[in-house]
């Protein structure tokens, strides 16, 4: 296990997913090499895909940056070490069908004629 503490820098996250996300950096990194960037932001990203639903996305590394839109309540960026953590949900619910979806698509189409 790391010895460095998790430094939260912004979130609009509840506590309990913050919680959450940050004991998986921690197993992520445990799990994998420092230098593996892309394999940690997919152990995260594939937890809490399991754990919240689809279209969550992970960004790791040590100097990036960012412009991201997010759903409300699902923004996180912190640091662990040298590591930067950006953990963030993208888009609506995906609870809508394709039939609801493609419907909304074609009334907007008629709405603009």
């Known amino acids: ?19 959450h996300v940050m ?7 445990d799990l994998h090499e420092a230098s593996d960037c892309q394999s940690i ?3 995260i990203k594939q937890k809490f895909d399991e ?3 689809p279209a969550w996305h992970c960004v790791v590394g040590k100097d990036f940056g960012s412009c991201i839109t997010h759903l409300c309540g699902s ?3 912190f ?14 619910d995906l609870t809508e069908s394709k039939e609801e979806a493609i419907g909304v698509l ?5 709405t603009e004629s």
């Open 1 to 19: 296990m790391l010895e460095g503490k998790a430094v939260l820098r912004e979130t609009d996250m509840p506590e309990a997913l913050q919680s």
């Open 23 to 29: 004991e998986l950096a921690y197993q992520a990194l």
């Open 41 to 43: 932001a997919h152990y």
């Open 51 to 53: 754990a919240y639903g």
């Open 75 to 77: 923004f996180i960026f």
């Open 79 to 92: 640091r662990v070490d040298m590591m930067e953590f950006l953990v963030f949900k993208d888009g609506k």
């Open 106 to 110: 074609q009334k907007e189409g008629k």
